[in-house]
């Protein structure tokens, strides 16, 4: 079976930073507890007019560049970021594709919310091994959910660290370095509907009552039942996650050498960190950006390996879970690929 590896990463993050101190004096919450238990210094926040598509396109020609490729050597675009975008009941990809100049490929959309990267990953790889006609794909994902937090609604707090950016990776089959191994996902759908926008949809369409009662913004539907079902599964089933992308890898979870996770509260990363097995120094947290819908995983691999971080030959697991609820998890072998 041919390789499928990643060409060229790349990152995009708003000029505006919003601090821990502003995010505590939005919510009332202390700006020791925000940097702290929420474990984020800060979030960058798209501009007024900075829409999910714009982001896409500015980190999708940047991962051209970082790639050495045209936009017509792109067989497919892939948007894989947040559902929250430029308009309701639309597709960013065909845009993103058509602005990009991405004339010879197909436009293709997945909605998998946070847990983006690893799915994005795996769909892609597939693609590619499955149709020998493609060569390339972009993956391209953007966030912009800061402007769905509401900071007065003391049961959503764990969106408070929502932030915007962007990602993005081309993948090429036949391309024996970075390559994209196995993969793993599981959901529990009784989680289904803890987490949404309540209204904008076919259940609760929008009208002057929705937008006065605020229910076009994130909220969490019973937020102490969420909390009391899903703290004691959530570890287990991220690392359910990873054993299953390592077991299809064709190594083992303590062959991990470095973690590209979505940030979460700091507890919960170092729980994480430590059932894997992984020094803390390797693995991202992503304390300046927040959570950036399926953007964090690509993100951090993207500042990992200009860092020096990744290393020629480290297994790579992008770990990430959607609200929905899905665990994922994605190994990349680093490096150039050993006879």
Not at 27 to 45: L, Y
Request: aromatic share 6%; net charge negative; hydrophobic share 40%.
């Amino acid at each position: 079976m041919k390789a499928v590896g990643i060409r060229g990463t790349s990152h995009y993050l708003p000029a505006r930073w919003m601090t821990a101190a502003e995010i505590g004096a939005a919510s009332g919450i202390p700006e020791a507890v925000v940097a702290e238990k929420f474990g984020i210094r800060g979030k960058h926040v798209a501009a007024p007019g900075e829409h999910v598509s714009d982001m896409a396109v500015t980190v999708g020609a940047s991962a051209l560049r970082e790639a050495e490729l045209d936009p017509s050597d792109i067989d497919a675009v892939v948007y894989f970021g947040s559902t929250w975008k430029d308009h309701p009941v639309w597709q960013a990809a065909p845009r993103i594709a058509d602005r990009l100049g991405c004339t010879e490929a197909f436009a293709l959309e997945l909605d998998y919310v946070s847990c983006g990267t690893p799915v994005a990953l795996r769909v892609a790889r597939d693609l590619l091994v499955a149709e020998v006609e493609l060569r390339r794909v972009l993956l391209v994902a953007a966030c912009r959910e800061s402007y769905l937090v509401d900071y007065e609604d003391p049961g959503s707090r764990f969106t408070y660290n929502f932030g915007d950016g962007a990602a993005a990776a081309v993948l090429e089959r036949g391309l024996e370095r970075n390559e994209v191994l196995g993969s793993h996902m599981l959901t529990d759908g009784s989680f289904s509907h803890h987490v949404k926008v309540p209204a904008g949809g076919s259940v609760e369409p929008a009208s002057e009552d929705t937008v006065r009662a605020r229910r076009h913004l994130l909220s969490v539907e019973d937020p102490a039942n969420m909390k009391t079902r899903l703290d004691p599964v959530s570890v287990p089933n991220f690392l359910r996650a990873a054993e299953g992308a390592c077991k299809r890898s064709g190594i083992s979870l303590d062959e991990i050498d470095y973690l590209c996770g979505i940030h979460m509260k700091r507890s919960m990363h170092d729980e994480i960190v430590a059932a894997l097995g992984i020094s803390p120094d390797r693995a991202s947290y992503l304390d300046d950006t927040g959570h950036m819908s399926g953007v964090d995983p690509m993100l951090a691999l993207d500042r990992a390996v200009a860092a020096g971080e990744v290393r020629e030959g480290d297994h790579v697991l992008a770990l990430a879970a959607g609200t929905g609820y899905t665990w994922a998890a994605t190994v990349v072998r680093w490096g150039e690929r050993k006879a």
